[in-house]
């Protein structure tokens, strides 16, 4: 479950994190302890309190890793996220049942 956050840093981190995240494909995100998360992004959360005075804001995804494991993956701790997709990685994913690569003409 994401941490909501008034914080203005947070909520520029929050920003940045959700522009860097593909919302279809492949990513890869690294954490603010260097552990590295590689996997199909299945679900994107952003969003805020929406009530009157003293907003909150958070922040998540969800990514499906290789071995089939989904992890919610808070953007307060996140240290950057990138796009993975190549036409070597999506036949790799395809392989394993974890997308199906369609051809847009």
């Known amino acids: 479950m994401a941490r909501w956050t008034s914080s203005i840093d947070d909520i520029l981190k929050i920003r940045l994190v959700a522009r860097q995240i593909p ?19 299945r679900e994107v959360n952003v969003g805020n309190s929406g009530g009157p005075g003293g907003w909150q804001y958070y922040g998540e995804c969800q990514i499906e890793t290789r071995k089939k494991k989904l992890r919610t993956v808070d953007y307060l701790d996140v240290r950057f996220a990138s796009s993975i997709w190549s036409k070597e990685t ?8 974890l997308l199906v690569n369609v051809q847009r003409t």
């Open 23 to 41: 919302l279809d494909g492949i990513a890869r995100i690294v954490l603010l302890d260097d552990t590295a998360i590689e996997g199909v992004i």
């Open 90 to 97: 999506a036949a790799e994913y395809e392989r394993l049942g």
